[in-house]
């Protein structure tokens, strides 16, 4: 699909754009109240967050954003990628929103940005929501997608420009338990935006940047958090849910058994209720 044929496909009445660091953001902004920032995983689009989003919006603002390199949004310009550079996007997009207090829910590598921009700005983050979080660094144990990616006989699959649709099933059959839910409108949806023309140039860059661990800051953030968990997650060990829970002040911590790698669409409805006690505690 072209660029316009995706926007028409999966843009919303209440998608916007925005031009920041000469690329062109789409994100979504839906509902009244305190603003929760909710930030996706690699692979992945606001769109994983769309059930939350649509039961939390009757009593929050909620933005999502098509992190750079991913969705429609799409790769940077100088095809440039890592944390402090999402770091600085997230508190550059909020600034111009002119959004200084605010909630804030990532899932995979966007609960590696979330709680990196908490670390980096604890002022601003209210409460914290960690999903299947990434940021605990275990070169042995690396998610499949980065692992291929960073493997040269196997990221050539990477390097073509349509990726079949039968790979992109396996992986969504991995991060999630309930194959009954990985129908063909998902596996579609998915498909159809990981191939926006630069998302995989920008994954394999993405992948194989050198990030560091910082999860020894995690010890001085005095920011509340839930930590919700999959057992089952294939791509990043349940057993990071307790390094969080030993590592954060003000945590608390909830493990769903029997799912996997993204609860917000496995088991949506069951995950919000926990969200939004939490929230209102």
């Known amino acids: 699909m072209t660029l316009t044929e995706l926007i028409d496909e999966y843009t919303t009445e209440y998608s916007k754009f925005i031009e920041l660091y000469g690329i062109n953001i789409h994100y979504t902004d839906q509902g009244k109240g305190d603003v929760i920032l909710m930030l996706h995983g690699v692979f992945s689009s606001l769109h994983t967050f769309d059930k939350w989003n649509e039961l939390l919006a009757d009593n929050y603002r909620i933005i999502r954003i098509d992190l750079p390199g991913f969705g429609l949004t799409g790769p940077t310009a100088n095809n440039e990628y890592g944390m ?31 709680w990196e921009f908490a670390v980096a700005y604890e002022k601003r983050i209210i409460k914290m929501i960690l999903v299947n979080s990434a940021g605990y660094i275990d ?39 309930d194959q009954s839910m990985v129908t063909d409108e998902l596996v579609n949806r998915y498909y159809n935006i990981v191939h926006r023309e630069g998302n995989f140039g920008a994954f394999l860059r993405i992948a194989n940047s050198k990030y560091k661990r910082n999860t020894e800051a995690l010890k001085n953030l005095n920011v509340p958090t839930l930590v919700l968990w999959g057992n089952k997650d294939a791509w990043i060990s349940c057993g990071d849910a307790d390094k969080f829970q030993k590592d954060l002040k003000y945590v608390t911590v909830k493990i769903y058994e029997g799912v996997g790698h993204v609860p917000m669409e496995e088991i949506s409805e069951t995950s919000y209720y926990d969200v939004r006690n939490f929230l209102i505690k």
């Open 139 to 177: 070169e042995t144990k690396m998610p499949l997608p980065f692992v291929i990616a960073q493997t040269p006989v196997l990221r050539k699959v990477f390097n073509y420009k349509v990726v079949p649709k039968a790979v992109v099933r396996r992986f969504l059959r991995q991060v999630i338990c």
């Open 84 to 114: 402090q550079f999402y770091v600085d996007f997230i508190k550059t997009f909020m600034d111009i929103l002119e959004i200084d207090r605010f909630y804030i829910i990532g899932n995979s590598l966007g609960g590696w940005v979330s």
